[in-house]
Structures are given as structure tokens and as C-alpha cells.
């Protein structure tokens, strides 16, 4: 089973500042990962596909980067809608598809 | 537009069971991979099960294997999650996903949950 670690855990940043989260996998996924957005009491969101794809619908300001086994998104300028958990998530080694524990974003 | 309205989930007993509905609109569930996604009260996505386009194709999590089952019924464009000898570590807001396509398990929509709760 792959396994994803996300750091930070939390992340503590003013709108408008530049966040940058993390995803490691246990072992390469080649660019087969994806990030989910999920705002509180909503279902998650898909933004970023195959490391680096913006889902449709997803602004600019999202993406992706990173290959094998580091992967990175960035929102460049947080709005006050980014403030929310980000979930990564593998789709190559699969079963089991696996999820990484997610990293919140918060409001510094 | 897809959409996804999953239903059935409620209060039941440890050792019981439960079925999950998700009416599908907007695709059929003949076109692309569907899956089950759970989230416990607080905690992170765990993945449940999978049945693909075609249903000759089904997984589940080692942690459900043998206790639940994934289905479809084509007719009413709808998936199922059969749940039994349910634990208090089930207690979950089931979700259910669509695939991008043919089992690429790219969740490409979700729907908004249905919350399972495993209590005494």
C-alpha cells in the first residue's frame, strides 16, 4: 500500500499570502496524483489531476507540480474561499486507492 | 450536469446493516468507474470500494472486504453499498464518486454524503 504523508499539517497564512503544501509518497506514483479541496461540511473538490492538470472550473491561481514521489501545490494568492483541507491522493498503485492525511489551511 | 444524491444512511446498531443508494443523473453508470469514499466524524478520506464501467470489476478496502458490497442497478442509474456486520468504526459520511472514465479513479464528482452512524 502506498502510503501519502501531507506537510504541513496545518498551514496559518493571511489572504493574499502564497501557500505552498506538500505530499510525499512511500514509494513513485509517477504523476498519477491528484489534490481535492473540501471547505467544512461541504464534499471535496477535485482541482489538480495528474500532478499537475487543473480540473475544470479551477482558477489559475491553483496548481500542481512535482513527480514520483514529491508533489507540490501552490495557490499563489490566497482568497478567502482557499480556506479549507487539501487532500492529496495516489490512483497508481491501486487497490487500495490511497489518500494522504490532508493539510488545513487556515486563516492567520 | 452530474449530480449524485447518496441516501440510507442513519442510526443502526453494531452488528446490523445498512444500504446506501446514490441516484445517479446526468451519466450512466454504464460510462464511467464508481466508487465509495468515507470520511469518519473529524478524521481524513478513506477509500471504501470501486465497481467499474463495465461491473466485471470490483475492489474494496481490506478494512470493509467480506462485509460489504458494492452494486448497480442500471435501470435506475444507481449504486449501492450493502453494509453488514457493521462496527462502531464504520461511523462515517459515506460519499460516492464518479470516475473520470473507465476506472482512471480521477473523482471527478462527488456527491454530498450520506452519514452511517454504528452505535448502541
Known amino acids: 500500500e502506498i502510503v501519502l504523508t501531507q506537510f504541513p499539517a496545518t498551514l496559518s497564512l493571511s489572504p493574499g499570502e502564497r501557500a505552498t503544501l506538500s505530499c510525499r509518497a512511500s514509494?513513485?506514483?509517477?504523476?498519477?496524483l491528484a489534490w481535492y479541496q473540501q471547505k467544512p461540511g461541504q464534499a471535496p473538490r477535485l482541482l489538480i489531476y495528474?500532478?499537475?492538470n487543473r480540473a475544470t472550473g479551477i482558477p489559475a491561481r491553483f496548481s500542481g507540480s512535482g513527480s514520483g514521489t514529491d508533489f507540490t501545490l501552490t495557490i499563489s494568492s490566497l482568497e478567502p474561499e482557499d480556506f479549507a483541507v487539501y487532500y492529496c491522493?495516489?490512483?497508481?498503485?491501486?487497490?487500495?486507492?490511497?489518500f494522504g492525511g490532508g493539510t488545513k489551511v487556515e486563516i492567520k | 450536469e452530474v449530480q449524485l444524491l447518496e441516501s440510507g444512511g442513519t442510526l443502526v446498531q453494531p452488528g446490523g446493516s445498512l444500504r446506501l443508494s446514490c441516484a445517479a443523473s446526468?451519466?450512466?453508470?454504464?460510462?464511467?468507474?464508481m466508487s465509495w469514499v468515507r470520511q469518519a466524524p473529524g478524521k481524513g478520506l478513506e477509500w471504501v470500494s470501486t465497481?467499474?464501467?463495465?461491473?466485471?470489476?470490483?475492489h474494496y478496502a481490506d478494512s470493509v472486504k467480506g462485509r460489504f458490497t458494492i452494486s448497480r442497478d442500471t435501470y435506475k442509474n444507481t449504486l449501492y453499498l450493502q453494509m453488514n456486520s457493521l462496527r462502531s468504526e464504520d461511523t462515517a459520511l459515506y460519499y460516492c464518486?464518479?470516475?473520470?472514465?473507465?476506472?482512471?479513479?480521477?473523482?471527478?464528482?462527488w456527491g454530498q454524503g450520506t452519514l452511517a452512524t454504528v452505535s448502541s
Open positions: 464518486t464518479k470516475a473520470r472514465g473507465e476506472l482512471d479513479m480521477i473523482l471527478e464528482y
Open positions: 465497481i467499474s464501467a463495465t461491473g466485471t470489476i470490483i
Open positions: 446526468g451519466f450512466t453508470l454504464t460510462s464511467d468507474a
Open positions: 495528474d500532478a499537475s
Open positions: 491522493q495516489q490512483r497508481v498503485h491501486w487497490p487500495p486507492l490511497t
Open positions: 514509494q513513485s506514483v509517477s504523476n498519477y
